[in-house]
């Protein structure tokens, strides 16, 4: 299990309320919700590459056909994709 510290002053002791993980030291609230910004916890954010190569595609048409060869080598199933070969 991973430990959690207290970003604010380092320490490790916890109690949880809602939401909300409170710093016994210090008394920093931490949310226990993931952050939307944050990395996934394999570091790879395939869907955010996918959505963005689709955005490419409607955005340059010229070139719509090899961001859509892209996204296939991503998600082969991907239906939005097939649409620009």
Same mark, same amino acid.
């Given at each position: 299990?991973? *430990? $959690? $510290? %207290?970003?604010?002053?380092?320490?490790?002791? #916890?109690?949880?309320?809602g @939401?909300?993980?409170? %710093?016994?030291? %210090? +008394?920093?609230?931490?949310?226990?919700? @993931?952050? @939307?910004?944050? @990395?996934?916890? &394999? +570091? !790879?954010?395939?869907?955010?590459? !996918?959505?963005?190569l689709?955005?490419?595609c409607?955005?340059?048409?010229?070139?719509?056909?090899?961001?859509?060869?892209? $996204?296939?080598?991503?998600?082969p199933t &991907?239906?939005?994709?097939? *649409? #620009?070969?």
């Open positions: 299990m991973e *430990k $959690i $510290i %207290c970003q604010s002053c380092g320490a490790s002791s #916890f109690t949880e309320r @939401p909300y993980r409170i %710093c016994q030291y %210090c +008394g920093t609230k931490h949310s226990t919700l @993931p952050s @939307p910004a944050a @990395p996934p916890a &394999n +570091g !790879v954010a395939l869907d955010d590459d !996918v959505q963005r689709l955005s490419k409607y955005a340059d048409p010229k070139r719509a056909a090899r961001y859509a060869s892209l $996204i296939l080598d991503i998600d &991907n239906e939005e994709a097939l *649409k #620009f070969l």
